[in-house]
């Protein structure tokens, strides 16, 4: 990827890198999303807010921004003919990347990510390239979950760190942060995955671009409001999705 500014662009990005953005990817999360980015904002000035909603029948974009119309921290994007978890991720890198930001954070918009785990990430990346807020190493934990999504989500990680050749322990979750150097050296254009499989695989693709990686523990909270986005057919197809990388890494052909 480019790491080249537009012309006359060059005082804006240089502004921006010491600043960090903030991904959150909506569909229908107007009553969550509003709050939890005035609590990221809270944490620490350094940290901007992209929302990247995929065009919510709900109004989310628009309760964003109306909650936020004169704080130039806070920003929305709307994807009119796009949808899925994986694209929307890789929309938010690729503007926080072209608007010059030095580091990016990705994260649940649901408050299953807690803004309170934010400093533990960014200090991982003082000495790490990416950090992943962790469910499962000692610290983490998960609350309000049923035991048959955990044992999925068990499953799911082994699966990932067997056919991908992982060694991090949550390799599906969305609590992520990126320095700007590592995103330069990933190929976007070699993902696959459009939906839930997209965390798993992006992991993928940082470490075989190099990546130094760790993870801090995070406590992951069950949705309060609203209900969850996946599916058994959004499970299957990720599943899917996967194998495919997965070939892919044993001949050696992505």
């Known amino acids: 990827m480019s790491d080249v500014p537009a012309e006359g662009a060059a005082p804006v990005l240089a502004a921006r890198a010491d600043r960090i ?23 620490d000035d350094r940290l901007d807010v992209l929302v990247v909603d995929d065009d919510s029948p709900d109004g989310t974009a628009a309760a964003v921004e109306e909650r936020f119309t004169e704080n130039p921290r806070v920003s929305v994007s709307v994807r009119q003919h796009e949808r899925g978890l994986g694209s929307a991720t890789l929309a938010g890198l690729r503007a926080a990347l072209a608007d010059g930001y030095g580091a990016v954070v990705t994260m649940d918009a649901d408050w299953s990510h807690h803004p309170r785990h934010l ?12 950090a992943i807020g962790s469910r499962y190493v000692p610290g983490g934990a998960i609350e309000g979950w049923p035991l048959k999504r955990l044992v999925m989500s068990r499953a799911i990680n082994i699966y990932s760190r067997a056919l991908l050749g992982l060694t991090q322990r949550d390799c599906s979750g969305a609590y992520r942060a990126f320095r700007r150097e590592l995103l330069n050296r990933v190929d976007f254009e070699a993902i696959r995955s459009t939906g839930y499989s997209f965390m798993e695989e992006f992991l993928y693709r940082c470490v075989a671009a190099g990546a130094t990686v760790a993870e801090t523990p995070v406590t992951f909270t069950d949705r309060a409001i609203g209900h969850s986005k996946i599916n058994g057919r959004e499970a299957i197809a990720a599943l899917w999705t996967l194998g495919g990388v997965g070939r892919d890494r044993l001949f050696r052909r992505g």
């Not at 400093?119 to 990416?130: D, F, K, Q, R, S």
């Open 119 to 130: 400093p533990a990430l960014l200090a991982v990346l003082e000495t790490h390239e990416m």
């Open 21 to 43: 953005q903030v991904v959150l990817c909506t569909y229908n999360e107007r009553e969550n999303v509003p709050d939890l980015a005035a609590a990221i904002l809270a944490v």
